[in-house]
């Protein structure tokens, strides 16, 4: 009995140990790759001329 309960020990503390080591390799956040104004610039000039069209035509605005 008495050597089951040791077992029963060393698997919980090796369970233990994987669990904190699988804890400190997990990354905190994970965060978008950091964009320039210039390439904002070259993504938003389309869509809002897109959007003008769209006011101007009184179409309903899609933004997909």
């Known amino acids: 009995m008495r050597h089951s309960a040791k077992t ?15 804890d400190l390799n997990k990354p905190y956040a994970l965060f978008p790759v950091r964009k320039s104004l210039e390439d904002w610039e070259l993504l938003a000039v389309p869509k809002q001329a897109h959007l003008k069209a769209n006011v101007k035509t009184g179409e309903p605005v899609a933004y997909a």
Do not use: D
């Open 8 to 22: 029963k020990v060393l698997q919980r503390i090796a369970a233990l140990e994987n669990q904190q080591h699988k």
